[in-house]
């Protein structure tokens, strides 16, 4: 079982890194011109709705993504036998990951065709949000309700 929650915690930390590589890579696409900078300056308009869709997506996913995965956790992962809780708990995890990363990177895509900081800031509360899903064994062990028998000093 060991082996198993080894296996799981080195793939959650994976997709974390990615989560980063990808809001990274995003960045360094538009700093470097490859994706176009700017192409609605000057559409008030269309910059009014995707800043709102931005906002929206933010104020409502961060939330949702964590509680989420907080009433997932009490209601039904636990109740499972370990072999299927630690799929179930990687399925979860991966779930909100994404949560949060689809509105990260529409906010860094309007940001950068806007050139408006409101969705960067946006952004930027996702990307303080995601620190709450660093994965690692402690938290695993946590969260599933595993305890260690060690023996007392």
């Given at each position: 079982?060991?082996?198993?929650?080894?296996?799981?915690?080195?793939?959650?930390?994976?997709?974390?890194?990615?989560?980063?590589?990808?809001?990274?890579?995003?960045?360094?696409?538009?700093?470097?011109?490859?994706?176009?900078?700017?192409?609605?300056?000057?559409?008030?308009?269309?910059?009014?709705?995707?800043?709102?869709?931005?906002?929206?997506?933010?104020?409502?996913?961060?939330?949702?993504?964590?509680?989420?995965?907080?009433?997932?956790?009490t209601r039904y992962v636990?109740?499972?036998?370990?072999?299927?809780?630690?799929?179930?708990?990687?399925?979860?995890c991966e779930i909100r990951l994404a949560m949060l990363?689809?509105?990260?990177?529409?906010?860094?895509?309007?940001?950068?065709?806007?050139?408006?900081?409101?969705?960067?800031?946006?952004?930027?509360?996702?990307?303080?949000?995601?620190?709450?899903?660093?994965?690692?064994?402690?938290?695993?062990?946590?969260?599933?309700?595993?305890?260690?028998?060690?023996?007392?000093?």
């Open positions: 079982m060991e082996k198993r929650m080894t296996r799981l915690l080195r793939v959650l930390e994976a997709e974390f890194a990615l989560f980063w590589i990808l809001v990274v890579a995003g960045c360094v696409l538009y700093e470097t011109d490859v994706l176009p900078q700017g192409s609605m300056v000057g559409d008030a308009q269309a910059e009014y709705i995707l800043q709102t869709v931005g906002i929206l997506l933010t104020v409502c996913l961060i939330p949702l993504s964590l509680r989420m995965f907080s009433l997932s956790l636990r109740q499972l036998s370990l072999p299927e809780a630690l799929v179930s708990y990687r399925r979860w990363l689809a509105p990260a990177l529409f906010n860094l895509t309007v940001y950068y065709t806007t050139l408006d900081v409101t969705c960067l800031l946006c952004m930027g509360m996702l990307l303080i949000a995601s620190l709450f899903c660093v994965p690692g064994r402690g938290r695993l062990m946590r969260e599933l309700d595993l305890q260690k028998d060690e023996p007392e000093k």
